[in-house]
Each structure stands twice: as C-alpha cells, then as structure tokens.
C-alpha cells in the first residue's frame, strides 16, 4: 500500500533518500485525510529547516494544515509546479506530488522514521483510536 523505497514519518510525511539528499512530500494517507488540496505554500530555496520544522503550508477544501521536515537541512529545491497545481498532492504523493528536497545536516534523523510496513501499522493503529 504505501512505497518501499521511502522512509515515513509520524506526521505523515515520506523522505525518499539519495546519499544526503532528501526529497520530501506527504503520505497518500494525508492526503486522503485533507481532500482536495487546493493551495500550497512552499518554503525559499537556500533556507533552512529543522527536523520537525514547519515546512510548507496547505490549503485544502477541508482544512489548512503544514507539512513538517522529517529531517533537518538546507532546502536546494522546491516543487514550483504546486503552486499552479496543488492537485498533484492528491493525484501523486510520492511522484509530482513532491515538495521540497532538503540536503540534510545530520543523516542520523533518519533513524527515528518508520519503514512502509511500521508506516502501515502506524496508520492502523491511528484509525483505530478514531
């Protein structure tokens, strides 16, 4: 159900990795959970974020909510494309849904994040509580 290739975070992001590169964006669960995003506001290239740090703001014709940093770095690339179509977080979440790749300061962040199997039980378990 949700991809191998990522790790996940409590907060319902995925961070797939390439050495110290991260790219970020939310679960196919959050964005179940938020419907139809209609807005997103993206952070600035060269800035930096911290693990659990607020990373881009959504709209959705449900709720407004953030997306938090798995990880901690610098921010070398954001998804521009969002910003004139925000449906890619719903259509694609793990493809052009992207949000932002962030090069990380401390690789060991992704010690803490769960592998799709643990994500899964996660979100059963999060279904659950209701």
């Known amino acids: 159900m ?71 770095g610098k921010i070398v690339k954001v998804n521009r494309a969002l910003e004139q179509h925000p449906e890619f977080m719903n259509d694609d979440p793990y493809g052009d849904g992207w949000v932002a790749v962030i090069e990380m300061a401390d690789p060991g962040e992704l010690d803490g994040l769960m592998s799709a199997a643990e994500y899964e039980a996660f979100v059963a378990e999060e279904a659950s509580k209701g």
């Open 2 to 72: 949700y991809p191998e290739n990522v790790k996940y975070s409590e907060k319902h992001e995925w961070v797939r990795v390439e050495g110290k590169i991260a790219t970020v964006g939310i679960t196919s669960f959050a964005q179940e959970q938020l419907g139809a995003i209609v807005g997103v506001g993206l952070p600035e290239e060269g800035s930096k974020v911290e693990k659990h740090g607020a990373l881009a703001d959504l709209d959705s014709m449900k709720t407004a909510d953030q997306v938090f940093a798995p990880v901690g």
